[in-house]
């Protein structure tokens, strides 16, 4: 099994900065994809940051340039720095990661969210 602990998150106005963490524990495959999604209220969950266990990034479109993803030397706690943050930021976020372990489907796992608010 594999645990997500998240922090971060809280209130912030527009323009403004916060920075999610979420650290993974348990029986992590070798190859894998943590990141996070977000649902905001009345809408789907989407895919905002992802990186790889080789280090390769995806951003959702509407967060190039202001969110950016990293990881600690660890390989397994992940950040996510969020600047320039906008009020349709506003969701639930939720950490996630993806084991490639052989199994099909891959496990996937999700940690209990993270609420960001961005108002005035």
């Known amino acids: 099994q594999v645990q997500l602990v998240e922090s971060g998150g809280g209130l912030v106005q527009p323009g403004g900065s916060l920075r999610l963490s979420c650290a993974a524990s348990?029986?992590?495959?070798?190859?894998?994809?943590m990141g996070w999604y977000r649902q905001a209220p009345g809408k789907q969950r989407e895919a905002v940051a992802m990186i790889s266990n080789g280090g390769r990034t995806y951003y959702l479109d509407s967060v190039k340039g202001r969110f950016t993803i990293s990881r600690d030397n660890d390989l397994y706690t992940v950040h996510l720095q969020m600047a320039s943050l906008k009020p349709e930021d506003t969701a639930v976020y939720y950490c996630?990661?993806?084991?490639?372990?052989?199994?099909?489907?891959?496990?996937?796992?999700w940690g209990p969210g993270a609420e960001v608010t961005v108002s005035s």
């Open positions: 996630n990661l993806v084991s490639y372990n052989g199994r099909e489907p891959p496990p996937d796992y």
């Open positions: 348990g029986e992590i495959a070798k190859i894998y994809v």
